[in-house]
C-alpha cells in the first residue's frame, strides 16, 4: 500500500501560539507553567530536600538550553536559589536572562572533554539529560560521566529510555544501555531513570498529522506503551535531585495504562469529532511513507523535522518494532512512589492540549 504524505504543519495554531517550528522550548515552558497553575497537585508531595550540611547544594543540567533542560532548570528554581544552579550548554547566550538571575551558564560540549571538566567544577549532584546523537552517544555520555568523576561530582542521574532490554531491536537502546553501564562503573553514586514514549509527542507531533490525513499509519500494531508526561519525567528527575533515598537506584519513569498507537488513534478521534482509520503498515512502507514526508534515513546533527521531530527514519521504525514486540511494556508505581501522586494519563494530556484538535474539527 502507499503511505500518505506527512503533512508540513509549520504554521499551525496551538492554542494561542503558532508554531514557528515544532520543539520551540519557549512553547513547552509555557506549557509546564500553566500546567503546574492548573494542576497544583503537580509541585505537591514528598517535600524533603538533600542536607547538604547547612551548605549550599550545587546542581549540574547539562543540555540546559534544550527543551528537556529548561523544563527542569524552570522546576529547579522553584526550589532552589539561582546560585546553586551550573547550567551547561553549547549556547550559554540562550540562557543569558538566568545568568542575570545569578545562575552559573558554562560552555561545554559533548564532544570536548576539556570543556566538560571545566564546566561540572564544583557541581556535587548532576543530571545528565541524554544527547539526541543516536549512535554515538554513548561515548558523548561517558565523556561526560569521566568528567564529573575527575571533578568530584558525587552523584549522577541520567535519562535513559523504557525498554531497555539488549534484545530490544529499537536503534536508541543500545546507547542507553553502554551508559547505564559506565554509570554503574564509575563509583559514583547514580541514578538510572528509564522515562517511557512521551505523551507529548504522541499529542502534539504524531496525533495532528494522523488527523491531517485521516488515518493513524504505523508499524507498531498493536504494542504497547506506558506513555509518560515530559512534565513528569522533569518533576521526577528534580525529585531526585532535590530530594535523598535515590542513589544506586534505577526507576521506570512510566505512566499507569499500558497503550497502543490504536488507542491514541481513539482518543485523537474522540478530541477531534473526526474518524481516524487505524493502519497496520509493514516496516518497509512505514519507512517509505516518512522518507516521502522529508524525514532522513539516519540522524542528523540538528534534525528536526516540522511535524515529525528530531527522530530519524531508522530510529521512528524500529522503536515500533520495540512497540509491536512488547519490549516496551512497563508496568511501574516508581512515579507515584517518587512524587507522591500518579502520573497524568495520555487523556489527560489530549485534554490539556485539546484546541489543537478543536481547531482542526471547526476547518473541518
Not at 499551525?12 to 501560539?17: C, D, L, R, S, T
Not at 535523598?244 to 495504562?257: D, M, Q, S
Request: one cysteine or more.
Amino acid at each position: 500500500m502507499t503511505m500518505p504524505r506527512l503533512p508540513d504543519l509549520r504554521g499551525a495554531q496551538i492554542g494561542n501560539e503558532v508554531v514557528v517550528e515544532w520543539g520551540d522550548h519557549g512553547k513547552l515552558i509555557k506549557q509546564v507553567r500553566a500546567t503546574v497553575e492548573r494542576f497544583p497537585y503537580l509541585t505537591e508531595g514528598r517535600n524533603d530536600k538533600v542536607e547538604t550540611g547547612g551548605g549550599a547544594m550545587s546542581i549540574i543540567v547539562t543540555g540546559a538550553s534544550g527543551k528537556f533542560g529548561r523544563l527542569v532548570t524552570d522546576l529547579l528554581l522553584r526550589e532552589l536559589p539561582p546560585s546553586e544552579l551550573i547550567l551547561v550548554t553549547r549556547r550559554p547566550a540562550t540562557l543569558d536572562h538566568l545568568k542575570r538571575r545569578g545562575a552559573q551558564v558554562r560552555y561545554g560540549d559533548f564532544d570536548d572533554s576539556q570543556s566538560l571538566r571545566e564546566a561540572f567544577v564544583g557541581g556535587e549532584r548532576m543530571l545528565i539529560i541524554s544527547t539526541l546523537s543516536v549512535g554515538r552517544r554513548a561515548e558523548q555520555h561517558r565523556r561526560a560521566i569521566d568528567a564529573a568523576v575527575a571533578v568530584g561530582v558525587s552523584h549522577i542521574a541520567y535519562t535513559s529510555s523504557g525498554g531497555a532490554h539488549p534484545d530490544n531491536p529499537a536503534i536508541v537502546i543500545p546507547d542507553h544501555l553502554r551508559t547505564e553501564a559506565a554509570l554503574k562503573e564509575s563509583g559514583v553514586a547514580y541514578t538510572i531513570l528509564r522515562d517511557s514514549l512521551y505523551a507529548e509527542a504522541v499529542v502534539t507531533e504524531i496525533a495532528p498529522r494522523m488527523l491531517a490525513i485521516g488515518k493513524w499509519v504505523c508499524c507498531a500494531a498493536d504494542g504497547r506503551s506506558p506513555f509518560i508526561s515530559k512534565i513528569d519525567c522533569v518533576a521526577v528527575a528534580v525529585k531526585v535531585l532535590t530530594t535523598p533515598g535515590h542513589e544506586n537506584k534505577t526507576y521506570e519513569v512510566a505512566g499507569r495504562e499500558l497503550l497502543s498507537f490504536r488507542d491514541a488513534a481513539a482518543l485523537t478521534s474522540e478530541m477531534s469529532g473526526q474518524p481516524i482509520e487505524f493502519v497496520v503498515v509493514s516496516d518497509e512502507e512505514e519507512a517509505a511513507g516518512l522518507a516521502a514526508a522529508g524525514v532522513p534515513a539516519t540522524y542528523v546533527e540538528g534534525l528536526n523535522t516540522p511535524g515529525v521531530g528530531t527522530s530519524a527514519i531508522d530510529d521512528i521504525v524500529s522503536y515500533e518494532q520495540g512497540m509491536r514486540g512488547g519490549y516496551f511494556e512497563v508496568s511501574s508505581d516508581d512515579v507515584q512512589h517518587i512524587l507522591g501522586r500518579p502520573p497524568r494519563s495520555l487523556r489527560d494530556v489530549f485534554i490539556e492540549h485539546r484546541e489543537i484538535f478543536q481547531r482542526a474539527a471547526a476547518k473541518a
